[in-house]
């Protein structure tokens, strides 16, 4: 499946982005993470939402970032909220299926007043 991403751009410290993946094909088999890099450091994972609908998010960004799918749609998104300037990263979406991993491009997001 060949994934693109969109919605990341430059917003304040405290500010709110919501990020779109959408697939080619049905992601409805997958479980889909959203991942991120920040400069000098290793690729992450942020948030998963698995096909079944279980949900999963890395400590630093609980209770500010929200993963949701809609399979209908093929689109999975993340709303990122109350944003800090470490949040600045290039955000990547994946779709996860057993040994098959697919990958977007990447969209940057820059925290920074």
């Known amino acids: 499946v060949h994934l693109v991403e969109s919605g990341g751009g430059l917003v304040q410290p405290g500010g709110s982005l919501t990020l779109s993946c959408v697939g080619s094909?049905?992601?409805?088999?997958?479980?889909m993470i959203w991942y991120r890099q920040q400069p000098g450091k290793e690729r992450e994972q942020v948030a998963s939402i698995s096909r079944s609908g279980a949900i999963g998010y890395a400590d630093s960004v609980k209770g500010r970032f929200t993963i949701s799918r809609n399979n209908p749609k093929k689109t999975v998104s993340l709303q990122m909220n109350s944003l800090k300037p470490e949040d600045t990263a290039v955000y990547y979406c994946?779709?996860?299926?057993?040994?098959?991993?697919?990958w977007g491009q990447g969209t940057q997001v820059t925290v920074s007043s």
């Open positions: 094909e049905s992601i409805g088999l997958y479980t």
């Open positions: 994946n779709a996860h299926l057993y040994g098959d991993d697919n």
